[in-house]
């Protein structure tokens, strides 16, 4: 008998928790380069709203375009703009992306801090990544074999880095790592290493420096902490149609001076 | 010169076990020590904080251990069900052989493809979405063959004699079973426990059934999504924007999802041991 | 009355036990179904022989699965080779040379190392197996070989435990000859024992190259994951495990991508099933021999 009513017990709390309430939550997935800022703005934000809650997944941004296209979140981060199939692919799915930019970021290339290397043209990137220099010594630097430091094809600044600067499809032989810090972290250790990094995260890393980049042969070279910076790209966040109740109270707060303050202490800097 | 020989050979078969203890021993203290650095009440029972660079785990604590039983909610029923079958009802033959086969298979499929499964099926085609029930579900069925087998032992070590006298004194079948059952609970438990220790510590077949980089609240009802301690390490190893400066969480996290899954072996093991002094 | 109810639970019993044969038919199929739409815009050979895969591609995109399977078999042959001797040889010193105490203490040690998460594994094969590699070797800790170091320490359990029941299983009676006729310990085990238990240690090794290829978590954390064939087990190297828990995510459900993701599935499904079926084989072969 005890057990039964054991049972009951467990089988009574178990429905409970399959009653599908309307949800306080907002669900945010996507962009790795985002993730770690939006999860700040959202300690913000529920400082002042401890009522509402939110769910902030990593990934990439094709990971939360997807989910966002399977009505699996309510917010993607995204640091690229969405693809024509993924447009079509969300009409069909009676979804209709609404992009805000809540934040800039630049891309800042990233090499071992040991290297003589200081600047860098897009074009000569574009020969890096595509695998067609392979020696620093090409370069003018040391007798060193180059190792190319990515991101897997779900990142957004995968795609972004491939259309700006790349231009081609990148290199086999590039090292694709599941999150932008592991790309610091190897290049730190790798004497031969380059990487591309979304701004954010120079914050706090030694043994890395970033290289100057120019648009081409006769435009100058330009710290990723100038302004002119040829690699900067906006943050966006889709959502499914035009924002509305507690998710576009959230996205009013990134926008606020409060939120901006916010964006610009995590590295990246605000939308003016 | 054969002597020689012979000590050589002991002597490599030694070295090689001590090597194996040595590896061990090592894995437990790197992340112990490192580990125990952090540990407190606080770091337990308190959320990430500051862009998880300070406060605890306590969301991925919860979120491991509400997983873990709706895991076995769903694993536990089929899976006694099924070794009670086995072991009471079937008859040998070809259809029991080929039960018997899948089992074991099943146990060999990849954590990744029982993720792939679980993808497909219970967020997709069942509309459950990632959700902490897709992924109990998942790992429901990662563990059923685990815990199956350990059942399915521990009911068939209740002596024969238990059976045939209950039958004797006109028992039906099904009351026979659950005396059987009665006297083989802790060898159940026992496989039980194993088998959410390894639901505990999975982390691929609940990376896109649910699990979640940071929630400031802990997931309300089984559609929510939720932080686990496996995918916290593996965040907190490779994709947080300042991998030095998390490191000692990390450890810490490491040492309590090593602890968690130790612990439910450690329970497993008193009861086994238990359970032969009793029947022993 | 009584018997209806008998006959309700004998037949819920057998639903639960069925449903074991449905969940392994069913993964399968599943797996086969969408995997096999794939060859909607692949070509078979293209997708089983294709060195790059390169589905997000900037021009055409790429289906090919070889360089990823040709990784996976390589990280797992350099766990094999570590874990396989050793394995053994652990095995033959707790079931032949060491002491009951000693015996006790490293199985629990194995026991332990069992029940270690992948993830941790993975964990300490960033912070510490990787900084040492680099040391050693002057390479990049994200490689290959700390890839199959780890597999080998995961795949150690299975070998040892298996190997160790079959070197349980010889007879007594082979071993007792083996001495009658004067052989030393160390004779009779490698020149009676050994050979004796020897398709029951293939089958431990078998079932732990089953293992190191279904892992996920640790390659995945450790390898580099760059797409190029690798020269060496020096070099990065990405498995098909680490590519669907890398690519899963970012999918849109029906794309070739997708569908390709669960071609993947399909071939490791079918690995783990042969793994498992060539384990059972060689082991009921030995049960036969003994007998």
């Keep these: 008998m005890r057990k039964t009513l054991l049972w009951v017990a467990c089988l009574t709390i178990f429905i409970a928790g399959c009653t599908r309430k309307e949800s306080s939550v907002i669900r945010i997935k996507g962009s790795d380069t985002e993730v770690n800022l939006v999860q700040r703005l959202a300690e913000g934000f529920m400082e002042k709203n401890p009522k509402l809650s939110i769910a902030v997944t990593g990934g990439g941004s094709g990971v939360g375009i997807s989910a966002l296209i399977n009505s699996e979140t309510d917010i993607a981060n995204s640091s690229r703009l969405m693809k024509e199939e993924e447009l079509k692919k969300a009409k069909e799915n009676g979804i209709n992306p609404i992009a805000t930019v809540?934040?800039?970021?630049?891309?800042?290339?990233?090499?071992?801090?040991?290297?003589?290397?200081g600047s860098l043209t897009i074009e000569t990137l574009g020969k890096i990544y595509r695998g067609e220099i392979t020696n620093y010594k090409e370069l003018g630097g040391a007798d060193l074999a180059i190792i190319l430091y990515g991101r897997t094809s779900a990142s957004g600044t995968y795609l972004y880095f491939r259309e700006t600067a790349v231009k081609g499809d990148y290199s086999p032989n590039m090292k694709q790592m599941i999150g932008t810090s592991q790309i610091v972290e190897a290049v730190k250790r790798d004497p031969g290493g380059i990487g591309y990094v979304g701004i954010g995260y120079l914050k706090s890393a030694e043994g890395i420096k970033e290289i100057k980049i120019a648009k081409d042969k006769d435009s100058p070279y330009i710290s990723p902490l100038e302004k002119g910076y040829p690699l900067e790209r906006k943050l966006y966040q889709y959502t499914n149609g035009e924002p509305s109740s507690n998710i576009a109270s959230f996205i009013s707060f990134e926008l606020s001076e409060e939120g901006q303050r916010i964006v610009a202490e995590e590295g990246f800097y605000p939308v003016q | 010169?054969?002597?020689?020989?012979?000590?050589?050979?002991?002597?490599?078969?030694?070295?090689?076990?001590?090597?194996?203890?040595?590896?061990?021993?090592?894995?437990?203290?790197?992340?112990?020590?490192?580990?125990?650095?952090?540990?407190?009440?606080?770091?337990?029972?308190?959320?990430?904080?500051?862009?998880?660079?300070?406060?605890?785990?306590?969301?991925?604590?919860?979120?491991?251990?509400?997983?873990?039983?709706?895991?076995?909610?769903?694993?536990?029923?089929?899976?006694?069900?099924?070794?009670?079958?086995?072991?009471?009802?079937?008859?040998?033959?070809?259809?029991?052989?080929?039960?018997?086969?899948?089992?074991?298979?099943?146990?060999?499929?990849?954590?990744?493809?029982?993720?792939?499964?679980?993808?497909?099926?219970?967020?997709?085609?069942?509309?459950?979405?990632?959700?902490?029930?897709?992924?109990?579900?998942?790992?429901?069925?990662?563990?059923?063959?685990?815990?199956?087998?350990?059942?399915e032992e521990a009911i068939k070590s209740v002596p024969k004699s238990f059976r045939e006298g209950a039958l004797a004194l006109g028992a039906t079948k099904w009351q026979t079973t659950r005396l059987v059952l009665r006297y083989a609970t802790p060898g159940i438990l026992t496989g039980a426990i194993l088998g959410l220790s390894r639901a505990a510590g999975e982390t691929a077949p609940i990376l896109f059934t649910g699990v979640c980089f940071w929630l400031p609240k802990l997931p309300g009802s089984i559609f929510d999504q939720f932080m686990a301690l496996p995918?916290?390490?593996?965040?907190l190893s490779t994709q947080h924007y300042d991998l030095e400066k998390v490191r000692p969480i990390a450890f810490g996290t490491a040492f309590v999802l090593v602890s968690f899954v130790f612990g439910l072996n450690l329970i497993a093991l008193i009861i086994r041991t238990r359970l032969r002094k009793d029947y022993g | 009355m009584r018997r209806l109810k008998e006959k309700a639970i004998h037949l819920i019993l057998f639903l639960t036990a069925i449903s074991s044969v449905f969940l392994i038919l069913g993964i399968f199929a599943l797996l086969l179904t969408e995997g096999l739409k794939t060859f909607r815009d692949v070509s078979v050979m293209s997708f089983l022989f294709g060195i790059r895969w390169n589905p997000e591609a900037y021009g055409q995109p790429s289906y090919g699965i070889l360089s990823m399977v040709f990784s996976t078999f390589l990280v797992t042959s350099c766990a094999i080779i570590i874990a396989g001797p050793l394995g053994v040889a652990v095995a033959a010193y707790i079931s032949e040379g060491?002491?009951?105490?000693?015996?006790?203490?490293?199985?629990?040690?194995?026991?332990i190392l069992a029940g270690i998460p992948s993830v941790a594994i993975g964990f300490v094969g960033i912070v510490l197996v990787g900084p040492l590699i680099t040391k050693v070797f002057g390479i990049s800790g994200l490689s290959g070989l700390n890839g199959g170091i780890l597999l080998a320490i995961m795949a150690l359990p299975t070998i040892i435990s298996v190997s160790e029941d079959s070197l349980r299983a010889v007879p007594k009676s082979y071993k007792e000859a083996s001495f009658a006729l004067g052989a030393s310990k160390w004779e009779t085990l490698t020149k009676t024992v050994l050979p004796a238990a020897f398709s029951g240690i293939c089958a431990g090794v078998v079932l732990g190259i089953g293992r190191a290829i279904g892992e996920t978590m640790t390659v995945l954390m450790v390898t580099g994951n760059s797409l190029s064939i690798p020269k060496s087990i020096f070099d990065p190297l990405r498995t098909m495990t680490a590519t669907i828990a890398l690519e899963l995510g970012e999918v849109a459900k029906g794309t070739t991508h997708y569908y390709a993701i669960f071609g993947i599935g399909a071939i490791l499904f079918i690995i783990s099933l042969a793994t498992n079926l060539i384990a059972e084989h060689i082991s009921i072969k030995m049960r036969v021999k003994v007998e």
């Design chain 3, 98 to 111: 060491a002491p009951h105490k000693a015996r006790d203490i490293i199985k629990g040690a194995i026991e």
């Design chain 2, 1 to 151: 010169m054969k002597k020689i020989k012979e000590w050589f050979g002991f002597f490599l078969l030694k070295a090689s076990a001590i090597l194996i203890l040595g590896i061990v021993v090592l894995l437990l203290l790197f992340i112990g020590i490192q580990g125990a650095k952090v540990i407190n009440l606080e770091f337990l029972f308190s959320f990430p904080k500051e862009g998880m660079t300070s406060g605890g785990i306590f969301p991925a604590v919860f979120g491991t251990v509400a997983l873990t039983l709706i895991t076995t909610f769903f694993s536990i029923p089929f899976g006694i069900g099924a070794a009670i079958y086995l072991s009471e009802y079937a008859k040998e033959g070809r259809l029991v052989s080929f039960i018997r086969a899948s089992i074991r298979n099943l146990a060999g499929v990849p954590s990744i493809v029982y993720g792939l499964f679980g993808v497909a099926l219970f967020v997709q085609s069942l509309n459950l979405g990632a959700s902490i029930l897709a992924s109990g579900l998942t790992l429901g069925l990662l563990t059923l063959p685990w815990v199956i087998a350990v059942s």
């Design chain 2, 231 to 235: 995918y916290h390490l593996y965040i």
């Design chain 1, 102 to 117: 809540f934040g800039l970021d630049r891309l800042a290339i990233i090499i071992n801090s040991s290297l003589m290397i």
